[in-house]
């Protein structure tokens, strides 16, 4: 399948999860306000971190080796059995311990014991919650691209289903458990799509786990878990750091503003992780895998120049309609956060090869830095512009990301200077 029809087919999720979140956001912005919003980023980078020591761990090795294996199914049997088995004896420790912690884990992420609750539901439903990463991982690398929209699909549906009702009757309790649990609930439906399939057995999820296989996806769990601790970490600094310095609420600005990136670009996003990582796991030779790179630079890249500035021209309407009045003062963020968001794109698509060619090392490195620069960025630049530093450290931390990936793959593939990004 080729990247504009896995694009436009995916679009369709896409189309529906953006409506989702936008839903999300109006309905948060409602009921819990600004304030409400840095609460909820904050335990959404929780679950990020937890969820990289379950299937988050190894869901791009799966990936990558199921689509590698594309020819040889019982290879691609011994991956996910043994993804499987690491998946469920992760899980069942990491649940135990946040469900024994949940006090605590609340008073550092939540700033209230008074949500200990919600990490128990969290810790409850998490085994449901790392085997649909699973399962999704699995139709992703089998290039399932229709099964795959289909379950993004119902989970976004869910996601907006549970929050509104809980959002509904219990305020910001009912949002944050409604984002603890709503994964956990689709798995039942990712799994009775991969039920309906010829390739698909239960018992190919669990058994003996494979020395080669777990050699192989250790470089992805290492990747994974670098991620999903500089990242939310990162975020949480930076949301800590405007709390602190200019109130609460801006934070929950920025949160909101972050929210809305993510929103509109997710067209670009999920094409990149349906369509690339497997097709660049695939492909052997140079002159393939720099065509797709090239490609995705005369795609993708334009797309999300036309998304950032459909979304500036439209800033106000967006205030609006997707929040409230009292979220005015975003506003002094978007232009320099679409930029960000543009150069964020092209970046990624170089990072997408690091993933799909296994450049352990490179990628760890480069994720620390980028991370531990973005705290560091905004530090500085808000003390010299204000609340709106923040947003332009985003647009220069992503500069220099995507030039330091382009050196480091000139460097590795020989890309010639006049063509590589």
């Known amino acids: 399948m080729t990247l504009i029809k896995t694009g436009l087919l995916n679009s369709i999720a896409v189309v529906i999860k953006v ?27 929780a679950i990020t971190m937890f969820t990289a020591f379950t299937a988050g761990a190894v869901s791009n090795g799966v990936v990558k080796y199921t689509a590698e294996h594309y020819e040889e199914e019982a290879r691609q049997h011994d991956v996910w059995r043994t993804a499987g088995t690491l998946t469920l004896g992760s899980t069942v420790l990491v649940g135990v311990l946040i469900a024994l912690f949940s006090r605590s884990l609340a008073g550092f992420f939540l700033g209230d014991v008074a949500h200990a609750d919600v990490f128990q539901w969290f810790a409850a439903g998490l085994l449901f919650y790392a085997f649909n990463v699973l399962l999704l991982a699995i139709l992703n690398g089998k290039k399932e691209v229709p099964s795959f929209v289909i379950a993004n699909i119902a989970g976004s549906l869910l996601s907006l289903l549970l929050v509104y009702v809980l959002v509904s009757f219990m305020g910001l309790k009912g949002a944050l458990i409604g984002f603890a649990v709503y994964q956990s609930v689709a798995f039942f439906v990712t799994l009775g799509i991969c039920w309906r399939k010829s390739w698909f057995r239960l018992e190919y999820l669990l058994g003996p786990v494979d020395r080669s296989v777990v050699k192989s996806l250790s470089g992805y769990v290492l990747m994974a878990v670098t991620s999903a601790v500089c990242v939310p970490v990162s ?15 801006y934070a929950g600005y920025w949160e909101a503003m972050w929210r809305l990136s993510a929103a ?23 002159a393939s895998i720099r065509h797709e790179i090239l490609q995705g630079y005369r795609v993708i890249l334009p797309v999300a120049v036309l998304c950032s500035v459909s979304v500036y021209l439209l800033r106000d309407a967006i205030i609006v309609v997707l929040f409230t009045d009292s979220f005015t003062s975003m506003r002094s963020l978007f232009a320099p956060q679409l930029l960000g968001d543009t150069l964020k794109i092209g970046s990624w698509i170089l990072a997408y090869l690091m993933l799909g060619k296994a450049m352990f090392r490179v990628y760890v490195v480069t994720e620390i830095i980028s991370a531990a620069s973005f705290v560091g960025l905004t530090i500085v630049l808000t003390r010299f512009m204000g609340f709106e530093g923040v947003a332009v ?10 030039a330091c990936l382009a050196v480091i793959m000139r460097r590795y593939w020989s890309l010639p200077s006049s063509e590589a990004a």
């Open 393 to 402: 450290a985003h647009a220069v931390n992503y500069f220099l990301y995507w």
């Open 19 to 45: 409506l989702t979140l936008l839903g999300l956001n109006k309905l948060l912005a409602v009921y819990v306000g600004p304030a409400g919003y840095a609460v909820i980023g904050q335990f959404q980078n």
């Open 235 to 249: 975020h949480i600094l930076v949301r800590n750091h405007l709390g602190e310095t200019f109130g609460q609420e």
């Open 264 to 286: 509109y670009l997710m067209l670009v996003t999920t094409t990149l992780s349906v369509y690339y990582l497997p097709m660049l796991s695939e492909l052997k030779s140079y």
